[in-house]
């Protein structure tokens, strides 16, 4: 039970947030759109923290989720329900497919192929106007219902994105803590080690993949299907850019890292007026940043940084020995 | 009983031949010794051994089955696990967790059944802690196993990585240069490490600079010079072989 402390303490905070401020717009509207960030970049965390891969273009998946509950409930009067299924199998096939090329590459290559992938996306659901709707977007797209209740108010909003939001974390420490999160991350660690212990490391890359996109494609549904109306805008370049921050700013490979990259990430346009005109640069400069000063991340720093001084109240600890990785010279 | 079969091996990088013709049998149960001067290809046959290099040449049998064409996972699958001379370990694990992922083999759970966390995944995961600390103990580190692996000092790393590769219950392991960079006392317990790989009927290839290892614990030794064949026998063959001592020695002018 120890291993699931933390997420019983923040699931707990979730679900009391609403009961003890139940009207402010704060805690529904905003705080509904933090727990939908959180499964992007939750999910995102497990290909680019855990896997060591980078993604640009994870929007992509957002958008193709979003836009197949869209379509598919607008046009084709389907189940909002079975839309999100339909649009989790469609991004299940798209991102294997994608998968197939792109993960042949690594590094700036990968980071090249996927922007592409996300652009190309972007274009397809600009100009494809005759079923996306074009830039103008899709709108009247239906509410969720849950046992014959729609979900038609804020509150009910953020209680079912909750429960996804929670969800996702914990199939994220599940993984983490298995022989399938060992593979991921011995996958970053040394590659040709992993296939030396018997890791198909195309397929661990390629299924983490699509893993995390169908993360987002879920996300994507709860998102068309809350705001009722979508537009290309919502699943462009930047806001790729900002899932990657999240997951940079909290703590690559670190699940709560991600969460807590996501409530900053989220919380911060929302109080700072200012932080409308200069959004991209703000989060260029926290990405540098934040890969300069703190590679592991903000909320790793911070909890290190917390363990240190509570370890010293509580007498020496000792001290590890210097790393010496770097010794041997190849002959 | 011939576990590890090489004939005609060739590998060239461009003009350089790396290897040439190379030919040898390692028996099971043996420490067979590759030994050489640098850049006499010892590093390269480890790679074509394990599916890093395709040989440009000849073939491999591993326990009568062609390794031509198998990736790396599938080698491994066969049974074969390595060490590495510029050590590849997990520095982003702890020590354990490292010696976990060689477990990999061994068991099944994937993203879905890990996913959901069910029992057989629990139970899985106390199987795989009890065969790494198995082979933590072997190689004498269990008492580090919580700590970081980058925290570890080289001689550890080492042995880390042969727990690791034990961990995954080898046939055969491929050690290159384990004692490269170790001190003595290290170097006692590398050897003593190796003889009890030996025993628990583990073949080991081993490459190694530090003749004095390489002579104690040899049951036959492979010269290499310049990617050739230079001589095959125990190790007291080996040392009076006047093809040997000239490609260390030099001749007289």
Known sequence: MNRLKGFYVYAAVVALLPILFPDNYFVTVVGATILLNVILAVGLNLFIGYAGQISLGHAAFFGIGAYSSAVLTTRFELNAWLAMLVGLGLVYVIANLVARPILKLKGHYLAMATLGFGIIVNIILVQESSWSGGPDGLGDIPTLSLFGFDIDTDLRWYGMIAFFSLAAILVSLNIIDSRAGRELRAVHGSEFAAQMMGVDTVRTRTNVFVLSAMFASLAGSLFAHQQAF?????????????????????????????????????????????????????????????????????????????????????????????????????? | ?????????????????????????????????????????????????????????????????????????????????????????????????????????????????????????????????????????????????????????????????????????????????????????????????????????????????????????????????????????????VQNNPAVIKAYLGEDV
């Open chain 2, 1 to 237: 009983m011939t576990i590890l079969q090489a004939v005609n091996l060739d590998k060239h990088f461009g003009g350089v031949a790396a290897v040439t013709d190379l030919s040898f049998s390692v028996t099971e149960g043996e420490i067979y010794s590759v030994i050489g001067p640098n850049g006499a290809g010892k590093t390269t046959l480890f790679n074509m051994l394990c599916g890093y290099y395709v040989p440009s040449g000849g073939s491999i049998t591993f326990a009568g089955k062609d390794l031509a064409g198998m990736e790396t996972h599938q080698i491994a699958a066969q049974g074969i696990s390595r060490t590495f001379q510029n050590l590849q370990v997990f520095y982003n694990m702890t020590v354990l967790e490292n010696v976990m992922v060689g477990c990999h083999m061994r068991t099944r759970t994937g993203l879905i059944k890990a996913a959901l966390r069910l029992p057989s995944v629990i139970r899985e995961e106390r199987q795989v802690r009890e065969w790494s600390l198995e082979a933590l103990t072997l190689c004498g580190l269990e008492h580090l196993a919580d700590r970081e692996a980058g925290s570890l000092p080289y001689g550890e790393l080492k042995r880390l990585e042969i727990a690791r590769a034990l961990a995954s219950d080898p046939k055969f392991l491929a050690m290159d240069e384990p004692a490269a960079g170790l001190n003595d006392t290290e170097t006692v317990e590398m050897r003593q490490l190796i003889q009890r790989l030996k025993e628990r009927g583990i073949t080991i290839l081993l490459v190694e600079h530090n003749m004095g290892l390489v002579m104690q614990i040899s049951d036959r030794v492979l010269v290499l010079g310049f990617g050739c064949l230079l001589a095959e026998g125990t190790p007291q063959e």
């Open chain 1, 230 to 331: 979508v537009s290309p805008e919502s699943f462009g370049f930047g806001f790729s850019i900002e899932i990657v921050t999240m997951v940079v700013l909290g703590g690559m490979a670190s699940t709560y890292g991600a969460v807590f990259g996501a409530i900053v990430l989220t919380l911060l346009p929302e109080t700072l007026v200012v932080f409308e005109d200069y959004e991209m640069l703000i989060f260029g400069g926290i990405l540098m940043g934040g890969m300069i000063f703190m590679p592991q991340g903000l909320f790793v720093f911070l909890t290190q940084k917390i363990r240190t001084v509570l370890n010293h109240r509580s007498g020496p600890s000792p001290k590890p020995q210097d790393a010496q990785k770097t010794l041997e010279c190849d002959s």
